[in-house]
């Protein structure tokens, strides 16, 4: 007489087992839409207009003479809604009887679609600096270069970062609150940068070899008054001979793997580089499709983001390459 082994217990032993829950990407953090100003006082329409004043004008005068009188330069900044959105997804009725994961599944759908309009927002604030920018452009903002290739054959140098901020100054731009967003490539860079190794020249990056220079998305240490980011949502280039700033030949960014574009700036209050509004909040709609047999979930949204000061923006082109 036999007992129950392994062999007679065939029938009865899943040789598969599924888990009960669904396993989710991992998530990328977004922070671009703290550094926009969204305007307010836009009630319809889709094109918004603010003007703007420049500096008052100096002339030398002599006594008795009647004085120059000199109107101020006006000039006009234009935003538009122009980003309308949907992500829509369905699932049917008969799907949802024979699937074990249906009700688990439709729950995810009004989150991920929202996800993915944000993240399309993320993109688009970061691409923003870039809009309208030439071929090769060095950006000249009164004779200033706010852009350039990074100094290292393409790879960001910490001279990068002091440059920046200079040119950040000589545009009046507030050194509060200054920040850099960069590719992840970056931080690799600076990590490996033999100048961070001696640690006992520069006794701020001390622990940088052992621990790495960055915690999470942010930097442990502050360069050159700028904190650091990290970002996988930073824009492209493909210039072919952009200009670094040490005196190095120009880099070709065109061949192969487009560069970064990194981003500094003051994200003091009173100068946020960005403007953007929501025409429409993403706002999801729902409802069952009896002529398909449906569940249909569609979230959509509407937005414009522009950059707004061109002079509280330096983008430092690096190669992704390491």
């Known amino acids: 007489m036999s007992g129950m082994n392994t062999a007679n217990s065939t029938l009865l032993t899943r040789t598969e087992v599924w888990s009960s829950e669904l396993k989710e990407i991992l998530r990328d953090e977004m922070m671009a839409q703290r550094y926009v100003r969204m305007l307010e006082g836009f009630p319809d329409g889709n094109t918004f207009h603010i003007p703007s004043i420049g500096q ?14 000199r109107p101020l330069d006006t000039g006009e900044f234009t935003f538009s809604v122009d980003k309308y959105l949907s992500s829509a997804t369905y699932m049917t009725k008969k799907a949802e009887q024979d699937t074990f994961y249906g009700n688990e599944l439709m729950s995810r759908f009004v989150p991920e679609q929202e996800r993915a309009i944000m993240a399309h927002f993320e993109t688009t604030t970061m691409a923003a600096a870039e809009v309208g920018v030439g071929a090769n452009s060095q950006s000249l903002i009164d004779g200033r270069i706010h852009r350039y290739a990074g100094g290292n054959a393409g790879k960001m140098a910490v001279e990068d970062f002091a440059y920046a901020r200079m040119q950040l100054k000589m545009a009046n731009v507030p050194d509060q609150n200054m920040i850099a967003i960069v590719d992840p490539s970056v931080e690799y860079t600076i990590n490996t940068l033999s100048a961070l190794a001696a640690v006992t020249n520069n006794p701020k990056f001390e622990g940088v070899v052992s621990k790495g220079i960055a915690t999470g998305m942010r930097f442990i240490a ?29 880099v070709n960014f065109g061949a192969g793997t487009a560069g970064k574009v990194n981003l500094f700036f003051s994200a003091d209050s009173t100068v946020n580089p960005f403007v953007g509004a929501w025409r429409q909040q993403p706002e999801v709609d729902y409802e069952y499709n009896k002529d398909y047999q449906r569940h249909e979930f569609v979230t959509t949204a509407r937005y414009g983001v522009k950059l707004y000061r061109p002079e509280n923006m330096v983008r430092v082109i690096t190669t992704p390459t390491v």
């Open 56 to 69: 008052a004008q100096v002339d030398n005068y002599s006594e008795d003479n009647s004085v120059e009188y």
């Open 222 to 250: 502050n360069i050159y008054g700028f904190d650091v980011y990290t970002s996988n949502y930073c824009a492209e280039a493909t210039d072919g001979a952009l200009p670094p700033i040490d005196g190095g030949g120009n």
